[in-house]
T-cell receptor, first 112, second 114 residues
Framework: GENVEQHPSTLSVQEGDSAVIKCTYS??????FPWYKQELGKRPQLIID?????GEKKDQRIAVTLNKTAKHFSLHITETQPEDSAVYFC???????????FGTGTSLTVIP | GAVVSQHPSWVICKSGTSVKIECRSL??????MFWYRQFPKQSLMLMAT?????????EQGVEKDKFLINHASLTLSTLTVTSAHPEDSSFYIC??????????FGDGTRLSIL
């Protein structure tokens, strides 16, 4: 299956600063890349996604960029707030469609 | 919309018993459901892909006889952990998708085997 790597594993930022999380994937056939936010003991929540026909997508303070040639994509959170603190997972769709392979997660802490 | 219900949320049982976990899509028909396992502070590991009316596709290294998956309808998939042992203790999460849309996750089931 797809191999997804995610960095960093932990990230601490001051409130108001930006946070960037990066992921790489191995299967060039992957076309869909969602990002999930998971708070402790809760379900992952989709926060943004991108398909391979676009290079960037933005939703208010959250943006995702995709470089298909290099097989990497990144999550950008601007003007971070304490409620952004959570674990963030990137994922890439498998080559047989629908399956997601998740990155190892990034624990983001926003310091007030 | 796109609500996925998972039951039970927490189960504790003795070693050797079998445990069934249900995953239901409440307001949509799920063409495919997925089962994940998540260890503390780790990522979601895909265990199997389940399509309604057909056998589940298991990821490499996942024992199909240990983790029985049934997907009898477009709104229900079940995962049965057979003869559970302490090493099976984990957080199990299902997700459901319709067509090529995003996956919608259940709340997860915390399984503790004594």
């Amino acid at each position: 299956g797809e191999n997804v790597e995610q960095h960093p594993s932990t990230l601490s930022v001051q409130e108001g600063d930006s946070a960037v999380i990066k992921c790489t994937y191995s299967d060039s056939a992957s076309n869909y890349f969602p990002w999930y936010k998971q708070e402790l003991g809760k379900r992952p929540q989709l926060i943004i996604d991108i398909r391979s026909n676009v290079g960037e997508k933005k939703d208010q303070r959250i943006a995702v960029t995709l470089n298909k040639t290099a097989k990497h994509f990144s999550l950008h959170i601007t003007e971070t707030q304490p409620e952004d603190s959570a674990v963030y997972f990137c994922a890439a769709e498998g080559n047989t469609g629908n399956q997601f392979y998740f990155g190892t997660g990034t624990s983001l802490t926003v310091i007030p | 919309g796109a609500v996925v219900s998972q039951h039970p949320s927490w189960v504790i049982c003795k070693s050797g018993t079998s445990v069934k976990i249900e995953c239901r899509s409440l307001d949509f028909q799920a063409t495919t459901m997925f089962w994940y396992r998540q260890f503390p502070k780790q990522s979601l590991m895909l265990m199997a892909t389940s399509n309604e009316g057909s056998k589940a596709t298991y990821e490499q290294g996942v024992e199909k006889d240990k983790f029985l998956i049934n997907h009898a309808s477009l709104t229900l998939s079940t995962l049965t952990v057979t003869s559970a042992h302490p090493e099976d203790s984990s957080f199990y999460i299902c997700s459901a998708v319709t067509g090529a849309g995003p996956q919608h996750f259940g709340d997860g089931t915390r399984l503790s085997i004594l």
